[in-house]
């Protein structure tokens, strides 16, 4: 068993061409687990065909950093050393096209300390930062899978290993259109065609809020912010003008909304795994903007521990709409990954909010954005509120109501 070759050939070029959209000339920065050594050869080699100067790969092991976390000190791991910054300079110089390869154990952190994790993250990213906010919009990017044993186990623990690894295969290859008797850059063009449409449609109607009603005790809604763009799918490289799509699958388009102006009841649909743990059947109540109430058949502590994070945690950062029809929601388990389950229906995010839907937002700092109504948080996590009767309508400021989402999907 296992999958073809031919297939595997079919996803790298997919990942390099329609993803990264890697240009003559350019320098590749390919982020990939060790154990995926094989598959990153064919990448590094679609990198040249298309043109790529040089690939460099930055090898990650899931393995590697749970131990690092287990027994170095928080201190050490908390500093970046001099090497690490001035790769990162070079990134500034050489804006390197960047692919990531995500095949990680969803488990490999479990029984790591939460806290160290957020207390090195957050000491690191305030040097790393600023080289992400220099070379944030100046560059392709794309974050793409592929099953590694560990993870397909997690999804599906009464399956030997070869055989959730296919499974998981499977899965992934239908979420990004991926299949032997078709082309799969046409197919890609035709999706991202649609979303943006979409999102145009979107954008021109200057909806000030929407209105979520299920059936479940979904009576939900949310403020939007003057002006913020609707976003989906692609991305323009502001430098050299190449499209490329950060997300493979995509199937959402998203805004931030304004924090701290919702009212009413959100009921998931899916469970939610944060911290490796799962949240099941909750739903989450919103006064003046914040939550204030939560309920949660499993996963209540955790739950709340979760809103109460940080000052921001208790506001949404997304809406994101994703019909009921999409690939990863037909494929029917979790995926214990966001690139994969936040695409299953329409969603929220709890927690910080994205600056370039702003005008102008790539030029803003946090605290900019903030202001104009753009939470800000510790945590981004998704839940998803998509039930098959979801209808949502969009309200313009002049009060007109235009129905959005019509039982889980697009209204037309
Ligand atoms: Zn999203």
Not at 93 to 117: F, Q, T, W
Not at 263 to 282: A, R, Y
Request: charged share 25%; proline share 4%; net charge negative.
């Amino acid at each position: 068993m296992g999958i073809s070759k031919a297939l595997l050939q079919k996803y790298a070029e997919l990942i390099v061409r329609t993803g990264a959209n890697v240009q003559h000339g350019q320098v590749v920065q390919l982020t990939v687990s060790v154990e995926q050594h094989a598959f990153a050869a064919l990448v590094t080699e679609e990198c040249y065909k298309a043109g790529a100067k040089k690939v460099n790969v930055e090898w990650s092991s899931d393995t590697q950093r749970r131990l690092n976390f287990l027994y170095a000190d928080q201190e050490v791991l908390a500093r970046v050393l001099p090497w690490e910054e001035a790769k990162m300079k070079q990134m500034v110089e050489d804006l390197p096209c960047r692919i990531y390869i995500a095949s990680d154990d969803p488990d490999a952190m479990n029984g790591v300390d939460p806290h160290k994790l957020s207390e090195v993250s957050r000491s690191r990213s305030t040097v790393i930062k600023p080289y992400r906010n220099a070379i944030d919009g100046k560059h392709q990017w794309v974050i793409a899978a592929y099953p590694s044993v560990r993870w397909a186990k997690k999804c599906f623990p009464d399956l030997d290993d070869q055989a959730a690894v296919d499974k998981l295969w499977e899965a992934i290859l239908k979420t990004v259109r991926v299949r032997e008797d078709e082309d799969p850059v046409q197919a890609w063009k035709e999706h991202t065609d649609f979303i943006e449409k979409k999102a145009e449609w979107l954008n021109a109607q200057g909806f000030s809020s929407l209105r979520y009603k299920s059936m479940n005790g979904t009576d939900f809604t949310v403020r939007l912010i003057p002006g913020a763009k609707w976003e989906g799918a692609g991305a323009v490289n502001s430098v050299n003008g190449a499209f490329y799509i950060p997300n493979m699958p995509t199937e959402e388009i998203f805004t931030s909304p304004m924090a701290g102006e919702c009212e009413g009841t959100l009921v998931s649909v899916k469970p939610l795994s944060w911290n490796s743990q799962l949240i099941e059947d909750f739903s989450i109540t919103f006064e003046n903007g914040r939550a204030v109430s939560c309920k949660a058949a499993k996963g209540q502590e955790l739950l709340e521990k979760m809103i109460a994070m940080d000052e921001g945690a208790a506001m949404l950062g997304e809406v994101a709409l994703v019909p009921k029809e999409s690939p990863v929601n037909q494929c029917g388990f979790l995926f214990y990954e966001t690139l994969f389950d936040e695409n299953a229906c329409c969603h929220v995010a709890l927690g910080m909010g994205f600056k370039e839907v702003l005008p102008d937002g790539d030029n803003l700092t946090q605290e900019q954005a903030k202001e104009q109504g753009v939470n800000d948080s510790i945590i981004h996590v998704d839940f998803m509120v998509g039930a098959d009767d979801l209808n949502i309508d969009g309200i313009r400021p002049d009060g007109t109501t235009i129905p959005v989402f019509r039982n889980g999907t697009w209204a037309e």
